[in-house]
């Protein structure tokens, strides 16, 4: 074999190890709401949250309490679907969501002294527990959902902060923070004595900030109105690596992409006390026609710096790289409503629904990033316990939810007849339960 071949089976198999595998860019927050509260009632969470879970949901609710609360919970994602073929699983293999386990816990407590009326703080982690974070990415002829992949495997910490100027308005901010990894790997090696004569490696976690922005108008004791603006978060990794070719020249790749992207999203909620009823609705405008491409960018070159003659100009013997794949995603609207029961003084009843468009076009091309339209239905329960040795200043809170997700079968043929994987059908199903416990102090 050739010195030029055996350098570019060395740097295509260095390609291959190095890029990410598995699955990502969606989040269990934004399809489900975070909170089993928010989760019950549809995730209208803009208008009913105001302990920590608002430092994501609407920030501007934080100041609406009027106790420090704390609380812990989990988060149980259980999918079922499938992908049905016409051609070629052994060449591009379907890849499935995998179900997720994750927890979260937070505090938020309103300033001491003459402002506690007025303004308040909360931060809250939100972290798997089934495996690491990943960043992933996979290859566009896969056939795969982006949309529920690797929901809960990332982690996140939100900080938030919300005053109330007016009697009738509140506004406020979060910080949504996401790490983003960076990092170059520099190789000397001699292809002809089988030997690699120098190595490094740098890798960089770099943390990032996204805003969420939100505010409440209250025209009525029962009546709650929201608006909520999360910034476009992402998650990028970028991974070079430099090969000094003893003899021959400089090799270079790279692989970069999105391991997860979340589109700006602007919310707004309503929520109308009647009696022992809460009801809410509401919607969220979502800017999928933004979507990068989702597939790793990879770039290869080796060029002939240390064969040519001192003044030559140098250039590449071998180069190689992927054109990116266009998404052709669309904005969608997202509507939802929810109701609360107050059953008793101990025990609320919830529910919920809420329909998802599908912002992805039909897989009749190359890639074969798979999605259709998904309606969710929930239903949730609250029970207060009382402390009947009256310890406890506050009674102690236990929430629950239960949401089941059903995608609309979605068949989609190829253009190309000679497709390798061929025509698809996505359909199925996926069930998300909520727990947590919290206190108010």
């Known amino acids: 074999m050739s010195l030029p071949r055996r350098l570019a089976v060395l740097a295509l198999s260095a390609v291959a190890a190095a890029l990410p595998s598995g699955r990502a860019w969606a989040s269990s927050l934004e399809l489900y709401g975070f909170g089993p509260r928010t989760a019950a009632m549809g995730n209208t969470g803009e208008a009913t949250s105001d302990d920590y879970y608002a430092a994501y949901a609407n920030p501007a609710n934080l100041v609406l309490a009027k106790h420090i609360h704390f609380g812990f919970g989990t988060d149980l994602i259980w999918n079922r679907f499938g992908i049905e073929r016409q051609g070629g699983a052994e060449v591009w293999p379907s890849r499935l969501p995998q179900d997720n386990y994750l927890m979260h816990l937070g505090v938020s407590t309103p300033l001491p002294g003459w402002l506690q009326e007025h303004a308040a703080l909360a931060v809250a982690f939100h972290l798997p527990i089934g495996g690491p974070t990943r960043l992933d990415s996979l290859d566009y002829r896969i056939p795969q ?17 919300s005053v109330r100027p007016l ?12 790490t983003a990894l960076s990092g170059r790997s520099d190789i000397a090696l001699s292809p002809l004595d089988h030997r690699v004569n120098q190595k490094s ?9 996204f805003p969420i922005v939100g505010v409440t108008v209250l025209p009525h004791s029962d009546v709650r109105l929201a608006v909520v603006w999360r910034g476009k978060s992402e998650v990028r990794y970028a991974l070079p690596l430099h090969v000094n070719v003893e003899q021959v020249g400089t090799m270079t790749f790279s692989v970069a992409g999105v391991g997860l992207w979340l589109p700006d999203t602007v919310a707004g909620a309503a929520a109308w006390q009647a009696g022992k009823l809460l009801w809410t609705a509401g919607a969220a405008w979502q800017r999928w026609s933004e979507l990068p491409p989702l597939a790793p960018n990879v770039t290869l070159s080796l060029n002939n710096a240390q064969l040519v003659q001192p003044g030559g100009k140098t250039a590449d013997i071998l180069y190689a790289h992927n054109e990116p794949v266009a998404m052709g995603a669309k904005d969608i609207v997202v509507p939802r409503a929810g109701v609360e029961w107050q059953a008793h003084r101990m025990l609320h009843l919830r529910a919920g629904v809420q329909y998802r468009p599908t912002p992805f076009p039909k897989a009749d091309g190359v890639a074969n990033y798979l999605d259709s339209p998904a309606t969710t239905a929930t239903c949730g329960v609250g029970v207060t316990l009382d402390d009947p040795l009256g310890v406890a200043r506050k009674p102690l809170q236990i929430d629950a939810a239960v949401g089941w997700t059903s995608l609309m ?7 190309d007849p000679f497709d390798p994987v061929g025509g698809t059908s996505v359909f199925g199903d996926s069930w998300h339960l909520a727990l947590a416990l919290h206190h108010d102090f």
């Not at 959902?145 to 902060?161: C, E, H, K, Q, S």
């Open 145 to 161: 959902l982006p949309m529920y992949d690797t929901l809960g495997d990332r982690l996140a910490l939100v900080f938030g902060a």
């Open 167 to 178: 009697p009738w308005l509140a506004v406020g901010a979060s910080g949504q923070v996401l």
């Open 201 to 209: 490696l740098q890798v960089s976690l770099s943390t990032e900030v």
């Open 409 to 415: 079968r979605r068949t989609v043929l190829k253009n």
